[in-house]
Structures are given as structure tokens and as C-alpha cells.
């Protein structure tokens, strides 16, 4: 076998960037061909300014920077798609039924109403075995349903499907993002009986398929526009990003567990089978499905989104921020008296987060952190509490025998957060690759197009023979050290 090139498209909620990777026996390397932001909307929708994704324009991006990886690829053999979870396009004969809504959007609260009345949220896990977030898609589908808007559809497509589908014409519902939903059973299967329960209508949803899955060549219309070739194939990949970053994690899954950092932390182990007791439940810890059939039992933490939103408010009020300058100014703070909860839901919507971290601080009648190195060193030791916590929790829920924590993403290059959590962990912390995600979508194309043969393993034991981590030791805690409020 020979190297091939695969063209890696990673939507983020806050950026996305296509890579392209080379891929064969003992090569993995991969480049950036295309970096663009990926910037929600507000329209009104004669109540309210709704929060929606600027899906189309975000396509035109993937397009140029597939036409990028053309222009640098020696020969070009496929393209797949990953992105966040849970968000989807509703489709009538094949036209997009308006933008996407962003989960950030308040709309799902009348949705989780909805879906209670019917199916208790102790139901729901048994059937599902996820931990309830509020902007699931069944959340956001049962809002849809109170709207009027799912009587207009006959299609709805997760966000990797529908930029799939625009690539193909092929509607499909690949396997690691359709687990995401809240509408499938333990086995991944669609739940039919409640979708009928909740008036959710079953044809909405396309077939199920695995990763690794050839779907087939470009739209003739989309290869002229990109210069593609036309053996180019599109892939199924683990399109939820998690599900790829964790295909990507060089690990012994039965003895770490992982920290995907990015806008999102999710923070588990990886299992055989869904772990559904109700420990998992009140613990608030999820099954999604993974690449090969595994289970990644995790949890949701609010993740670096509380940084970059503390930033954008800085940046919108007083201009540009240096944010490698303050982490080191917060790197000299003293450690905050009590650290805040990160999972509190005040800090999911958009805007002014560091005011919302003080005013949580004034309401639980503790000091305010003084000024924004203070305020981002509470963020950091927080988080930093949070993914150690989460990671004590899947350990003690799976059985697993956590040695180490890898922890892969945008956060695997913060100093900070890195040594906090295996200071508050007591467990060395593996920082990297920072690009898993992209390298789970590369490597599950490349074994497809048969660059790479091998089990999950197989392609974890690439990823460390390429890619060498930073670890950072636990070192003694100082006396003193403050617990969670």
C-alpha cells in the first residue's frame, strides 16, 4: 500500500478549517489548507431576534477550501465532513427549509416542556441513554413541532449530513452524530415508537450508516466549480467532531480516559456497550456511539467557550485583547478562593459571561474576582475542577482503571488548564494532538480507501508513532487549595 491524500473538512461551532492529510503504512501528516470562522446570526423572526447558523455561507467556505486542497493535493482521493452535534437543516424536495437554528437558541425550552409532558426524563435515559442538555435535537425537533415548521418538512439532516448531501445528493444519517439526536435506542437504532409519541414524523430521517462508508463522487456541478477529479469519493467519517477526535486520541482505551477540549469539554472513557444505570443518569453522563462500535460514556462540561466569550465581550468593549499575555498574567494570580460552576446554565447563551461569572460569584456571596487575569484564572481552575471531577466519575462509573488522561483539541495548547487538571486530578495529563479531531476524520477515510488497514488500535498506534504528546505531571497541591462551591 501506498500514501494517499484525503481532504478533512472540521466544523467547529466557533471555526472550521479543512485539512489535508497524507495517509499509508507509517505515514500520517496533515496541513491546513483552509482556516474561516463559523459566526451565528441573530434574524428576526417577528417575535424575537432568533440565533441561527449561516449554513450556506459556511458551505461556500468548505468549497474554497476544498478547491485549496485540490491545488495542493499530488492526487486527491476523498473528502469527508465532521461537525458539532445536535443542529440539523429541514429540507422539503430537497431545498433547505430556511437557516438552521444555533442549539444556543432559547427556543428549545419549549421543546424540553413539551417532550416531558409526554416521556418522563427518567424514560428518555432508559431509552436513550443520554444526559439531558436542553438543546438536543429531539428537544429542538419537539420545539419545531409547537412552531408549525416540522408540517413544512419532509427531511431533516444533521449539519455533516446536510453539507454531505449538498456534496452528493446522497441523504443520509451517519451513525456517531445520529446518536447525538435523543431519538435513537441503545442499539442505534430510530426509535419509531417515540417518535410517534412525540409527533416527530419517522420519514424525516434518511438511512443509517457507519463510518467508514463510501457514499460516492462529487455533484458533477460541485467537481467543475472545485477542480476536483472525478474519482474523488466522499466518506461517511465518525461526523460528529468528538467521535472523530476520540478515534484519534492515541490511547489504551482501558486504561485513560480523554478530554476533547475545545468550545465544548467532553470529558469520558471509552466502553463496549451502553452503561445505562442510574448512576450514569444522575452523574448526567451520555452514550454516543463511536467509530467500530464502541461507546464513548462522557460528560458535557461548558468547555473554553467561557474564555473565548469572556474575550469577545473584552474585545467588543474595549478592542483587541492578547490572550497569550493574560493567560500568563493569570498564570501568576494566586488560586481563586472558590472556583464557580461551570455547568451552570446561565453561561450557555451568547453574550457578557464575565459578568455573569461575578454576578454568580455576588448570588453565592463570595469575592468577586478582582479584574480579568483574577476572572480568567477563576475560568481556568474551574474548568480545570470540572474535567478532573468528570474524569474521577466515568472511572468510577465504567470500571475503567484511569492512568492518564489525554487531552486533545484547542485546549492541549494551554499551559494552564493542562497542569490545573492534573494538579487537581493527581493523574499526568497527555496534551495532544491539537488536530484529532481532523486526524479521526483522515484516518477513518484512509482505512475506507484502503490506505490503511487495521482496527481502531491499529489507527490509534499511527496517531503515536506520529504525533509526540506533552505531559504534564501532577505536582502537590498547595494547602489551601479551593474545592468547587
Request: hydrophobic fraction near 45%; aromatic fraction near 6%; charged fraction near 20%.
Amino acid at each position: 500500500m501506498n500514501a494517499g491524500q484525503v481532504a478533512a473538512v472540521d466544523l467547529g461551532a466557533t471555526s472550521g478549517r479543512v485539512m489535508l492529510a497524507s495517509v499509508g503504512p507509517g505515514v500520517l501528516e496533515m496541513h491546513a489548507v483552509a482556516r474561516f470562522p463559523n459566526e451565528p446570526v441573530h434574524l428576526w423572526n417577528g417575535t424575537r431576534a432568533a440565533l441561527h447558523w449561516d449554513l450556506p455561507g459556511l458551505f461556500g467556505q468548505v468549497c474554497r477550501g476544498l478547491r485549496s486542497a485540490v491545488t495542493q493535493a499530488d492526487a486527491l482521493l476523498g473528502i469527508g465532513i465532521d461537525s458539532w452535534a445536535v443542529d440539523y437543516g429541514m429540507l422539503r424536495g430537497g431545498q433547505l427549509l430556511g437557516l438552521p437554528h444555533h442549539y444556543r437558541d432559547v427556543r428549545t425550552e419549549a421543546g424540553v416542556a413539551a417532550v416531558h409532558e409526554i416521556v418522563s426524563p427518567d424514560e428518555l435515559f432508559q431509552r436513550n441513554g443520554l444526559q439531558f442538555l436542553p438543546f438536543t435535537t429531539v428537544y429542538q425537533l419537539a420545539a419545531e413541532r409547537i412552531s408549525g415548521m416540522l408540517d413544512s418538512a419532509d427531511r431533516a439532516l444533521l449539519i455533516p449530513d446536510l453539507v454531505v448531501y449538498w456534496l452528493t445528493g446522497h441523504a443520509v444519517a451517519e451513525r456517531t452524530n445520529a446518536s447525538t439526536t435523543g431519538l435513537r435506542d441503545l442499539g442505534g437504532a430510530l426509535d419509531r415508537d417515540l417518535c410517534a409519541q412525540l409527533g416527530v414524523p419517522a420519514h424525516l430521517f434518511p438511512d443509517t450508516v457507519d463510518p467508514g462508508t463510501v457514499l460516492g463522487p462529487v455533484l458533477p456541478e460541485i467537481t467543475d466549480l472545485l477542480g476536483l477529479g472525478s474519482d474523488v469519493q466522499v466518506s461517511a467519517v465518525a461526523s460528529h467532531d468528538t467521535a472523530s477526535a476520540v478515534a484519534a486520541v492515541p490511547m489504551d482505551a482501558t486504561a485513560a480516559a480523554y478530554i476533547s477540549c475545545g468550545t465544548w469539554g467532553l470529558v469520558g472513557v471509552e466502553v463496549p456497550r451502553a452503561v445505562v444505570s442510574p448512576e450514569v443518569q444522575h452523574a448526567r453522563f451520555t452514550n454516543e456511539a463511536g467509530v467500530d462500535g464502541r461507546i464513548r460514556l462522557l460528560h458535557n462540561v461548558m468547555g473554553l467557550w467561557l474564555l473565548s466569550e469572556s474575550v469577545r465581550t473584552w474585545e467588543r468593549d474595549d478592542g483587541p485583547v492578547d490572550l497569550p499575555e493574560l493567560l500568563m498574567q493569570a498564570a501568576e494570580c494566586p488560586q481563586p478562593i472558590a472556583l464557580f460552576d461551570t455547568d451552570d446554565p446561565r453561561f450557555l447563551p451568547p453574550g457578557d459571561v464575565p459578568d455573569r461569572i461575578e454576578r454568580w460569584y455576588t448570588e453565592h456571596d463570595l469575592p468577586v474576582p478582582p479584574g480579568r487575569p483574577h476572572l480568567v484564572r477563576a475560568i481556568i481552575d474551574s474548568l480545570a475542577a470540572s474535567f478532573s471531577a468528570a474524569v474521577h466519575t466515568a472511572a468510577a462509573l465504567s470500571g475503567v482503571d484511569v492512568r492518564r488522561i489525554h487531552l486533545v483539541g484547542g485546549g492541549a495548547q494551554n499551559t494552564l488548564l493542562c497542569q490545573a487538571i492534573a494538579d487537581r486530578a493527581g493523574i499526568a495529563v497527555l496534551a495532544g494532538p491539537v488536530e484529532a479531531t481532523a486526524l479521526g476524520n483522515a484516518l477513518v477515510q484512509a482505512r475506507a480507501h484502503g490506505l490503511v488497514r487495521g482496527d481502531l488500535e491499529t489507527l490509534r498506534a499511527l496517531v503515536a508513532g506520529t504525533y509526540v504528546p506533552r505531559t504534564y505531571t501532577p505536582r502537590t497541591r498547595r494547602r489551601g487549595s479551593p474545592a468547587l462551591v
